[in-house]
């Protein structure tokens, strides 16, 4: 007979995500929501496991529809269509009724070059804190939940597992608080720095190693017919091909490093052959995007 702890070892979030998968989505109401949190996560025996069973079916619920923003949540619920807050509200429900602590947070958010050094209203965002073994980890039901698609203009459901329980520090980059709850221990630059910052494209990070928060950062001309950019990084850099682009990301250039210390380094050329804003990419994927002055 197989023990308590053998059997906790064995449920894993590829299973909760299958089994997620499995719910007949029902139309939420008021009369339903408690019964249907319990139908998603009951089966499960750790609150990991059960905050990554509601955010994935909260990410799967709504169809994200920029026309709910100013609606009640019972109408956008019982549509099942949404926005970020209507998306954060939903985890906070159905996570208080099987026992999982949690927060709404809002705040601002980095999602394009465009937010770089520009505060865009429709930046303003809403996401999650869930506390798992006494700690506060992030997540984001919105962000996960897929894409628009500019050809047909119909919402694309496809779940982004990074925005779940994401390392506070790449988190940070993306996302900064607004006020009240103290979240410091995974956000502690200032509002100003964290519109200044680049972007980061957290989602592209491979495991082993990302860049940490650094503050203001461009690519500068002004001083240097070649200026160089330093990212600390976390972890290990593996040899793969550096190259740069624009922001559409259609011809990838080469781009020198030297990795020192932590710390890795670019050098970038007299002629740039990109205007306004550059793509820094690893093995074919954008890590982060700075302006260029």
Same mark, same amino acid.
Not at 107 to 129: F, L, P, T, V
């Given at each position: ?45 750790s609150d990991s496991l059960k905050a990554r069973a509601i955010f994935d079916f909260v990410a799967s619920y709504y169809d994200y529809d920029y026309d709910m923003l100013k609606e009640g949540f ?8 949404g926005v970020c807050w209507q998306y954060s509200q939903l985890f906070c429900d159905l996570g208080d009724f099987v026992g999982l602590e949690t927060r709404m947070i809002y705040g601002w958010s ?120 330093? &990212?600390?990084?976390?972890? @290990?850099? *593996?040899?793969?091909?550096? %190259?740069? /682009?624009?922001?559409? =990301?259609?011809?990838? &250039?080469?781009?020198?490093? @030297?990795? *020192?210390?932590?710390?890795? %380094?670019? /050098?970038?050329?007299? =002629? ?16 982060? /995007?700075?302006?260029?002055?």
């Amino acid at each position: 007979m197989l023990s308590t702890s053998v059997f906790a070892q064995r449920q894993s979030y590829k299973e909760v995500d299958e089994y997620v998968k499995t719910i007949k989505h029902p139309v939420l109401t008021a009369k339903n929501m408690e019964s249907t949190a319990h139908l998603i996560a009951d089966k499960w025996n750790s609150d990991s496991l059960k905050a990554r069973a509601i955010f994935d079916f909260v990410a799967s619920y709504y169809d994200y529809d920029y026309d709910m923003l100013k609606e009640g949540f019972g109408k956008a619920t019982q549509e099942a269509l949404g926005v970020c807050w209507q998306y954060s509200q939903l985890f906070c429900d159905l996570g208080d009724f099987v026992g999982l602590e949690t927060r709404m947070i809002y705040g601002w958010s980095k999602s394009s070059h465009k937010d770089i050094n520009h505060i865009n209203k429709k930046s303003y965002h809403a996401w999650n804190m869930v506390k798992i073994n006494g700690m506060w980890r992030p997540l984001d039901c919105t962000w996960a939940s897929g894409y628009m698609d500019k050809k047909t203009r119909e919402f694309v459901h496809n779940l982004e597992a990074h925005y779940f329980l994401t390392n506070k520090e790449l988190f940070s980059t993306t996302h900064h608080p607004d006020s009240g709850f103290q979240y410091i221990a995974y956000s502690a630059q200032s509002l100003e720095s964290f519109h200044a910052a680049p972007l980061y494209i957290t989602k592209n990070f491979p495991k082993d190693f990302y860049f940490k928060p650094c503050g203001a950062k461009f690519v500068d001309y002004s001083g240097s017919t070649t200026p160089t950019v330093s &990212f600390e990084y976390v972890g @290990e850099i *593996k040899p793969g091909a550096w %190259t740069y /682009t624009d922001v559409k =990301e259609k011809i990838d &250039f080469p781009l020198p490093s @030297e990795v *020192k210390d932590d710390t890795i %380094t670019f /050098t970038f050329p007299t =002629e740039l052959g990109v205007e306004g804003y550059v793509c820094i990419r690893y093995s074919k994927q954008t890590l982060v /995007t700075l302006q260029i002055q």
